[in-house]
């Protein structure tokens, strides 16, 4: 059975985010990344598998290594998903700046 990966279910996971992190600057093979981790390597083999099947990571193979490297257009992806909340909430904050400051000089 192949299930479908999400990308938000795959980000939720903090080692996961943590390897997005690290391959985030230079491509690294699984044995590189897992060397970052106290987890066993099949365990973060399985993290890769999940971030390879919901495109966060590509992989590419040079000679008899696989390196993985994060793929900037699904984060992209992301990220543009994201914004319009980020802008909410900095629209929120902000309002509640300047209501707070208001109420401090009214002291």
């Known amino acids: 059975m192949n299930l479908r990966r999400d990308v938000f279910q795959a980000i939720a996971d903090p080692t996961r ?3 997005l992190l690290l391959v985030a600057t230079q491509a690294m093979t699984a044995g ?26 590509q992989q590419t193979q040079t000679g008899r290594e696989i390196y993985y490297h994060l793929n900037a257009q699904k984060m992209k992806d992301v990220a543009d998903f994201i914004e319009p909340f980020r802008a909410m909430w900095e629209e929120r904050f902000t309002r509640l700046e300047t209501i707070m400051k208001h109420y401090k000089s009214d002291k």
Not at 33 to 53: C, G, M, W, Y
């Open 32 to 57: 590189a990344i897992a060397a970052n981790f106290d987890s066993a390597r099949p365990t973060v083999s399985k993290h890769l598998q999940i971030l390879t099947e919901c495109e966060l990571l």
């Open 17 to 19: 985010r943590a390897i």
